[in-house]
């Protein structure tokens, strides 16, 4: 079945030690996000690949990155991780020619 | 900026009683507004949705309406289950092509009582 997969499900990470946390799918789909979701709230979006075009959020911080190597895979770099950053991280994808999203599992993400 | 309310945060019935969640959405501009159902521990799922070109959509249990006149949307759950028990979250969509993102409401957690 064609679908967004996360790993890994679980990632505990220290204190201002960098974590990557992928995404992939299988949609073939052109639009990748990735959202961050704090207990009880609604999905946050820090950023957006439309193709290979990054699209940043305003409010985003600096201490979150992205990649994006090919149609398949996109990945989030927090580089120096704090205590605020402990949430689930989301990814989602789309068709430019719909609004659709769809997500995957999640990253539920610790920092000790 | 653009924003999305959702009503109520919470809302318990019992099995078979129908759910109505409500949203309200500020940018005119918004044509897509899509319905997901998040269980504990999962990602949002993709559960229904509507266009501005339409007034209502059902699939089965689920329903969808739309006000574009009042900027209102509304999920309908009839015959509620227990599986059914979940945070539902409307969103709205805004900008174009490459711009093009969805403002989610705040939640609600949907609870049915057996």
């Known amino acids: 079945d064609a679908m967004v997969i996360q790993n890994p499900r679980y990632q505990v990470t220290q204190f201002g030690k960098p974590v990557t946390l992928s995404c992939s799918q299988t949609l073939n789909h052109n639009v990748m996000y990735w959202y961050q979701q704090k207990s009880s709230q609604a999905p946050k979006l820090l950023f957006h690949y439309y193709d290979k075009d990054f699209n940043n959020e305003a409010d985003t911080p600096d201490n979150f990155q992205s990649r994006r190597p090919n149609t398949s895979f996109c990945f989030l770099d927090i580089r120096s991780p704090g205590l605020g950053d402990a949430a689930m991280y989301l990814c989602a994808t789309s068709m430019d020619s719909s609004y659709e999203q769809y997500f995957g599992p999640g990253t539920r993400l610790t920092v000790t | 900026g653009e924003n999305v309310e959702q009503h109520p945060s919470t809302l318990s019935v019992q099995e078979g009683d129908s759910a109505v969640i409500k949203c309200t959405y500020s940018d005119s501009a918004s044509n897509y507004f899509p319905w997901y159902k998040q269980e504990l521990g999962k990602g949002p799922q993709l559960i229904i949705d509507i266009r501005s070109n339409v007034g209502e959509k059902k699939d089965q249990r689920i329903a969808v309406t739309l006000n574009k006149t009042a900027k209102h949307f509304s999920l309908h759950i009839t015959e509620t289950q227990p599986e059914d028990s979940a945070v539902y979250f409307c969103?709205?969509?805004?900008?174009?092509?490459?711009?093009?993102?969805?403002?989610f409401g705040t939640g609600t957690l949907l609870a049915v009582q057996p």
């Open positions: 969103a709205a969509s805004i900008g174009r092509g490459a711009t093009n993102k969805l403002i």
